[in-house]
């Protein structure tokens, strides 16, 4: 098992009745709500938190990226990337990040990952993702282009990292006359590529042709990704191979206390700050952005398998929308999900909602010395090696 | 009325078909009216042949993936005008309708005859904010309605907006389809052509302008500009109306479009 302290770097100082105003934290959320003085001091508080996952133990950490919202304060995952390369020296950075099609020419991403992977010494996991729904009202860019935008990047950027330069790229988006991109990446043929999913087959086939690793992304019922890893498995079988289990992540939100009891009462109130004020707007979607069968079954999944239809703590627990308690609760509930659904990357939300530094330290501290050594035991590293990524499965070509 | 496919540079497409009389293409607004026929095709339809083509995206026509900006509508119509034969024809638009019109009018005016536009989109004007119609989610109907009607209780606002939950697959779907087909052509830009307003002196057509005093999707101040941009051009207000004159007010809309476009109808 491979362990990474996920953060998302949120806004904790929402005002109490900030839901009856208003109905998103996303896009339209006023930024005069923002305190600067206090967000400076966030983002020391949490490049310490994640530093300090190095010194626990953990595997790799991991960053992501998110625009115009109080939910995640990442809308650059390369610039926190950047400052944990001089923070830490032994994790992964896994930058869950770097939505393609926000960015033209895409050469700029396979730019900054490739610095990010030199300064890094070679520990950068590159994920590659389309942006969800909000990032489209905040960039203007056309939903209906997302797909073929994140396709198109994508080429790129792999071309770029591992094709001889310069080369030249005609697509419907983007017309490059010169791709040479400078620096190239330390990894060879180049960084880990994650890519996150809510379960579309497309992404699925896509992610199991090239043998990334797929990322089922979080706050869903625990069966929703029972059902979503089981597909993603056929997906690889489909391709004649069996998934990896370091081809798959959990990303859910953690909290160890002392007992059962302790863990609930210390944590419960970040969860419902998270649930009520942060999440609102997270599912926005606007026309287009997916395809009609999909967009029918999100609207209709949302109400029964999404957090934001969690109403009593009896819904968090029966849904696993977080894992809370004491230690060995903590280690039996992650052991049985981890079962059940074969991933072998646990991406712990370690820092939740509102929850102050002491507090999500205490708990990184708690999981790392009571849960992890556990986990790790009772899930050993796989024999077999993590299958070979291929950026272009139908083509041959020389690897520099 | 029937639906009558047609192929449309290689796709295959639906057009709402009605009454005898001289041609009059019909194009319709993001709500897709021409599907159900409405008061206002029928009674068009009493002096015209009305021809309702859906847009590609829209109930059933298909197409949708060449269509990526406003200036693709006005080739896919140039070639369904030249598969009907028409050298020349009367056009009315509503909102996106409205819209295309006026691309065609301002590029190929020869083109098209007389015009009728209600609530039209495609132009922009600084200092007249339009409200964002992609902002609204599925679950948000009671907002939807307020934004597009006078009066939200409207008996046709449940009707152009229906309660989503709980609603037919099928339904859901064309709506889903519909909106991701506008958004397409109308996302960014929103709901204009920034080139569309320096081209508007070209139209030579005679244009009627109508437009719902109480707009709030495309505020009236659109319908005035429009009316000086166009060389011939008349603006008419209809008080108690919101951005959908053709659901909420079909009566007085109807009326307008007749008078307009009877005085250019062959004897």
């Known amino acids: 098992m491979k362990f990474f302290m996920f953060h998302l ?24 709500l923002y305190d600067p003085e206090t967000g400076a001091g966030y983002y020391r508080e949490y490049l310490d938190q994640l530093a300090y996952a190095e010194e626990l133990g953990f595997d790799g ?44 020419p895409p050469t700029r991403v396979a730019e900054e990952i490739a610095m990010l992977d030199l300064m890094s010494g070679g520990r950068i996991i590159a994920g590659q993702v389309i942006g969800g729904g909000p990032e489209y009202y905040s960039f203007s860019i056309n939903p209906a282009e997302a797909r073929t935008r994140f396709a198109e990047a994508h080429e790129i950027i792999m071309r770029a990292w591992t094709q001889p330069g310069p080369f030249e790229f005609y697509g419907e988006h983007y017309k490059l006359r010169y791709v040479n991109t400078w620096p190239r990446p330390l990894q060879k043929p180049h960084p880990p590529i994650w890519i996150p999913g809510v379960g ?83 599912l926005l979607s606007p026309p287009g952005y997916t395809s009609v069968q999909s967009a029918l079954r999100i609207f209709k999944g949302v109400e029964s398998s999404f957090i934001s239809g969690v109403k009593t703590w009896d819904d968090v627990e029966a849904g696993s929308f977080a894992t809370v308690g004491s230690p060995e609760t903590v280690f039996e509930k992650l052991a049985g999900h981890l079962t059940d659904l074969g991933a072998g990357n646990l991406l712990t939300l370690m820092q939740l909602g509102n929850m102050p530094s002491d507090k999500a330290r205490a708990n990184m501290t708690r999981f790392a010395e009571q849960v992890m050594p556990r986990l790790a035991e009772a899930f050993p590293d796989a024999a077999e090696p993590v299958p070979q990524q291929v950026a272009f499965p139908d083509e041959q070509f020389a690897v520099a | 009325m029937e639906l009558q496919p047609t192929e449309v540079r290689g796709h295959t497409i639906q057009v709402a078909v009605g009454g005898d009389g001289p041609p009059l293409l019909y194009l319709h607004s993001a709500a897709g009216e021409s599907y159900v026929w409405l008061d206002v095709l029928n009674g068009l339809a009493a002096h015209h042949a009305v021809h309702a083509p859906l847009h590609p995206g829209f109930f059933g026509s298909e197409g949708v993936e ?38 065609i ?51 046709m606002a449940r009707l152009v907006v229906p309660t989503f939950e709980g609603i037919d697959d099928e339904t859901l779907a064309a709506f889903v389809s519909a909106m991701a087909a506008t958004a397409r052509v109308a996302w960014n830009p929103y709901l204009h052509d920034p080139r569309l307003e320096g081209l508007l002196g070209r139209v030579t057509a005679e244009a009627l302008v109508v437009w719902g005093q109480d707009d709030r999707l495309i505020p009236p101040a659109y319908g005035e500009r429009l009316a000086e941009l166009i060389p011939n051009a008349r603006l008419e207000l209809v008080p108690e109306c919101g951005h959908l004159i053709w659901f909420e007010r079909p009566a007085q809309l109807l009326e307008a479009a007749l008078a307009h476009l009877g005085a250019a109808a062959p004897a």
């Open chain 2, 66 to 103: 060449d269509i990526h900006d406003i200036e693709d509508l006005v080739y896919h119509y140039l070639a369904f005008l030249d598969g009907r034969d028409w050298e020349r024809v009367d056009v009315m638009g509503c909102s996106l309708g409205g819209w295309i019109a006026l691309e």
């Open chain 1, 200 to 282: 579309s087959l497309e992404t699925m086939e896509f992610v199991a042709r090239h043998r990334y690793a797929y990322m089922g992304i979080p706050y869903f019922h625990i069966d929703f990704f029972k059902k979503t890893y089981r597909l993603f498995k056929r997906a690889c079988e489909k391709e004649g191979y069996q998934a990896h289990p370091e081809q798959m992540g959990l990303l859910m939100p953690i909290y160890v206390g002392e007992t059962d009891e302790e863990a609930r009462r210390e944590f419960e109130e970040h969860f419902w700050y998270f649930q009520r004020k942060l999440i609102p707007g997270i």
């Open chain 1, 9 to 32: 770097m949120p806004y904790r100082d929402l005002p109490d009745d900030f839901e009856e105003h208003h109905d998103s934290a996303w896009v339209w959320v006023p930024n005069e």
């Open chain 2, 105 to 155: 009018a301002a590029r190929y005016p020869e083109r098209v005859g007389r015009l009728v536009l209600a609530a039209s989109a495609g132009i922009r004007l600084p200092d007249v904010p339009m409200q964002d119609m992609f902002r609204l989610q599925l679950g948000q109907e009671d907002q939807a309605r307020a934004l597009l009607f006078h009066d939200p209780s409207h008996p």
């Open chain 1, 61 to 104: 950490v991991c960053v992501n990226e998110h625009h115009q919202n109080a939910y995640g304060l990442m809308p650059s995952p390369n610039l926190i990337a950047a400052a944990l390369t001089q923070r830490t020296s032994r994790v992964r950075i896994a930058i869950v990040g770097n939505a393609l099609p926000l960015y033209d």
